[in-house]
């Protein structure tokens, strides 16, 4: 199953706060797990990646938190923005030549001042 | 670096034209994808090239799609007849390894296609 399930939809969080994301998958040869963030009108841009050989991957206010027996994955946004508002998608791949990507359904974030 | 360019941003055109959508990739990127965006199926991959070669095709919805990458710096989607259902924004997306196990992508900024 090539599947990955993403949750919530949409998020409001207050600025400041904590926006979580969640991504589940069933194909345990998933082996690269980025997370990509999306502005109106503009196309998927990469914010992020781990791979299953570690459990927490931190890059300024962003985390991805791993966990690999439960086979799930999520976003943390920490003391979040106004300027964070956007569509935030979680993907997996498998190693292959080209890596292709198997995009959540999205997270429609917005973040109030 | 002008990134991933497609052309057109938008496209209105009436149901049974013919649309083509084009794609230049990043220079030395070896792979190029196409995905569809819609607010009921998301992001959905189409087709992918690896060195020109397309690879897995199994994404495109019908005969009605096509998709070719001439040279490395040239992709074109392109449906015909189009439908109304066709209409979503269009995402090329072409990558690279940048490591042992690690890709990094890039999209376009798509083409938004409406058709009437």
């Known amino acids: 199953q090539q599947q990955v399930k993403q949750s919530p939809q949409s998020l409001i969080v207050q600025k400041g706060g904590i926006s979580i994301i969640n991504c589940a998958y069933e194909n345990t040869a998933f082996d690269y797990f980025p997370w990509y963030q999306q502005f109106p009108g503009k196309g998927p841009a990469l914010l992020i990646a781990?791979?299953?050989?570690?459990s927490e991957k931190k890059e300024g206010r962003f985390t991805i938190s791993f966990n690999k027996s439960a086979k799930q994955f999520s976003l943390h946004i920490m003391d979040s923005q106004p300027g964070d508002s956007a569509t935030y998608f979680c993907a997996a791949s498998i190693s292959g030549s080209a890596r292709q990507l198997t995009f959540g359904s999205g997270t429609q974030l917005t973040v109030l001042p | 670096d002008a990134g991933v360019i497609q052309s057109p941003r938008h496209e209105v055109t009436e149901m049974g034209q013919e649309v083509t959508l084009r794609c230049k990739p990043i220079?030395?990127?070896?792979?190029l994808f196409w995905y569809r965006q819609t607010m009921m199926r998301g992001l959905e991959l189409l087709i992918y090239?690896?060195?020109?070669?397309?690879?897995?095709d199994s994404g495109m919805p019908e005969d009605r799609f096509s998709a070719k990458m001439p040279n490395a710096s040239f992709s074109t989607l392109k449906i015909q007849p189009s439908e109304p259902r066709d209409s979503a924004v269009y995402f090329c997306?072409?990558?690279?390894?940048?490591?042992?196990?690690?890709?990094?992508?890039?999209f376009g900024s798509g083409t938004r296609l409406t058709v009437v």
């Open positions: 781990i791979r299953p050989d570690v």
């Open positions: 090239f690896n060195n020109n070669v397309p690879i897995d």
């Open positions: 220079s030395g990127h070896n792979s």
């Open positions: 997306a072409s990558s690279w390894r940048t490591g042992p196990g690690i890709y990094g992508y890039t």
